[in-house]
């Protein structure tokens, strides 16, 4: 089956696109905050403070508690991502038709990787745990490029050079501004999902095509290819 002769490869974001990640990091996000007598944050809290790395995350925690963590952030982060990783899969889930999707067009000979804020190693764990591992040739965690992370498009340009695969050859698929700028830095299509952690309307990311749902996916890469 052919899905596209327009594009070689798919990159998506991680949190909030692929998988619903929230609840594994809220749980490593309270437990670092109550350790510090403060109080915990919700659902509806911390998919709004998702998606620009984890010290942004651990930052946006202790803000909404209370103010900065007393023995600086970088001690918080170190804290909270010992309480993360090891953990990063207890409670998360792909989003439904994840894999069936993926699956498809790696079988119609589309490269796939991930472009994410979230460190490497974390990332390394969710795809080895959910079996993306297999599907997935490159991915590049926000840690992993020196000062370099969505929006800036340099972070979806190394996703693509491990994938081999040319800017003109390539979509992005996500769910918040980050995946749409850094889209929109290497002029890459970007498909948005309805269903991630966008903090603000779906509408507001301008993107080429949003889907509701990943058995959408191939259709959306069609229209692209068409248009």
Do not use: W
């Not at 119609?108 to 997935?136: H, R, S, V, Y």
């Not at 309805?194 to 080429?208: C, I, K």
């Amino acid at each position: 089956m052919t899905i596209s002769r327009r594009f070689d490869a798919v990159v998506f974001d991680l949190d909030g696109t692929l998988i619903d990640s929230e609840p594994d990091l809220r749980a490593a996000l309270n437990k670092t905050l109550t350790a510090d007598g403060r109080a915990e944050v919700t659902r509806a809290q911390v998919v709004k403070m998702i998606g620009d790395g984890v010290p942004k995350l651990v930052e946006r925690g202790y803000d909404a508690t209370g103010g900065a963590p007393a023995d600086g952030l970088d001690a918080a982060v170190a804290r909270f991502s010992a309480n993360y990783e090891g953990h990063t899969s207890d409670l998360s889930e792909p989003f439904p038709g994840v894999h069936a999707a993926l699956a498809g067009l790696k079988a119609a000979g589309l490269k796939l990787g991930i472009c994410t804020n979230k460190p490497q190693k974390p990332t390394e764990e969710i795809m080895a745990e959910f079996d993306l591992a297999d599907l997935i040739e490159g991915a590049v965690g926000g840690d992993a490029l020196d000062g370099v992370r969505k929006p800036d498009g340099r972070h979806l340009a190394a996703v693509l050079d491990k994938l081999g695969t040319d800017a003109a050859r390539a979509v992005m698929v996500g769910d918040n501004h980050n995946d749409a700028g850094t889209a929109r830095a290497l002029g890459v299509p970007f498909v948005a999902v309805s269903f991630g952690y966008a903090r603000t309307s779906v509408e507001d990311l301008e993107a080429d095509v949003v889907i509701d749902h990943f058995d959408q996916l191939a259709d959306a890469l069609a229209r692209l290819d068409a248009g």
